[in-house]
């Protein structure tokens, strides 16, 4: 902040951070080693990271072979990516009229959608489960997805994004015959890649590891999330061999935490410009 | 005015008007909002006032009944104390710790994208899987943890078998988690403060850092401090994963927090009439926290 250092100047700077670091990265770091490691070292209690027996092969072909982990890693990319598409294709068109038209009872709309990002998503679940409970939808993606399919908070994003759009651009595709769908379509749409980007990027990191809702309606293990699928995988299968439990919990960590490397600044502009939602 | 140069473009889309058109936009959004949101929140606030439970047939409408056993349950005292503590213990020292990293990634040019990048890992980070780790990290036999304490000749406490440590450790989880999500809150505070101001405290005689740290950065970050305190608040008050996932509750409802209290009474022991009754307990905690902090921030952010 206050102009170049040297090397030595910055080094108190840059010894505290590290060592923060290396707080922050420990469970990664053990996570990681145990997965590598057999039994016999897991339970030495030594404080080596490096194995001295190599055990990859074992520990993660004991998650292949006990649980369908692969069948959960698919089942969280459908379900994120349902409640993404609903998401979208319900608060794009709703976060435009907001933004751009006129009309009675905009106020009144708007105002319920700042009263919904009140509402922690825990209040609405008794009495959707009973519903989907009597609908025999239990085990089923659609009680996985269908109550996340609105996201107030996208809508609040998109209104404030489309407000900046010009009227000009609007006021011209109308001049040009498109109706207001095909506005939606064609012109908002195409301007709203950033502000979609951020808000699945958001979206997705919720869903990908949430636990509440699927443990409440998702009892059979097909259907199993990554995040139900390391916890029945704990309480089940693994039982104190933590070094298949660590393989397990790599697994269902590494897609995320990939994606977020690769693209790191647009993860923290997503995330921190939703952070409203928390 | 604008309604002037309406009636040319009212020509062109002859069937619906601007009104009906943005009201067949918002139809989906607004089906989805009444079924999935808003009709669900009213029916808690309905099923708290009635002894329903899933499977039972019949539910009566019992008052104010589910609300006076509240009062007189020990367990959901104990869950709320706990929640309070464990709120008390995480927000302060996850903002804290915040907004130590984000001074100190300011401070200099170098590390900048790296530091930030390991501290925002836990964010994306799946917590059932990582709550294993620290698990794993913090066993009272096996740990790492305990062996470094060990080798230090230090105590070696059982971090979550313990009804002293589990509050403590499932805290510090939370704080590990919401640390660089705070941290990224806060450098976007610090970047918008002009630099101009702090060669002109300097010129004023604000020698140290920590003058001018008091006299600038501390009054101009103050509107993203109150935000970053109120979703901080909200986040912790709302943990549930790493209590499911390493305690649940236990030992001996040591670790009880809210939320998970609903999750059991009402989809554990169905007992759903009066898990609604904590539901709407909660929305109003959570709800009178926000009004708290956005009364606060009116007046902080007028800088006195």
Redesign the interface.
Known sequence: ??G??SWFA?LP??A??GI??A??????A??LA?SVKPRSE??????SLLPEVWYAAENYGRVFAEVPIGRYLVNGVVVCGLILA?QL???L??G???AK??????ET?FA?VML?L???A??????????F?NAGLLNTYTALA??F??S?FA?FLFRQFFRALPDDLI?AA??D?M???SI?LRVALPNAWPAATAFAIFSV?AH??D??WP??VVTKGDLYT??LG??YF?AEEAGDD?GA??A???L??VP??A???LA?RR??EG??MT??K? | MVDAARPAVAFRTPRFGEGAAAWLLSLPAVAAYLLLLLIPTLAVAALSFTDFELGLPGARFVGFENYAELLRDRGFAKSVGNTLVFVGLVAPASIAAGLGLALLIEAGARGRTFFRAIFFLPVVSMIVAMATAWQYLLHPTIGPVNAALRALGLGTPNWFGSSDWVLTSLGFISIWENAGFNMVLIMAGLTAIPRELYAAAEIDGAKSAWARFRLVTWPLLGPTMVFVTIITTIRSIRTFDTVATLTQGGPNKASELIVYTIYQEGFTFLRMGYAAAMTVVFLAAVLALMLIQTRLVERRVHYG
């Not at chain 1, 707080?23 to 990664?28: D, M």
């Not at chain 1, 897991?42 to 404080?47: E, N, R």
């Not at chain 1, 038209?101 to 905009?106: E, H, I, N």
């Not at chain 1, 825990?122 to 519903?131: C, E, F, M, N, Q």
């Open positions: 902040m206050y170049r250092r910055d700077r840059l505290i951070l923060c670091a707080v922050v990265l420990l469970p990664y053990w996570m145990v897991v339970f030495s209690a030594a404080l609903f294709a319900f608060a068109p709703a435009y009229a907001l038209l006129r009309f009675r009872g905009r709309l319920f919904g009140l509402v922690p825990h209040v609405p679940a008794i009495p959707l489960y009973i519903a409970a269908a109550p399919a609105i107030v809508i006021a109308r001049i015959g109706g207001e769908a939606v990191v990908w590891s636990l509440f443990l409440i990554p995040a390391v916890l704990r933590y439990l660590m397990a919990a790599t269902v960590t995320l935490v994606a977020f490397l790191q993860f923290i995330i921190t952070g409203l928390g």
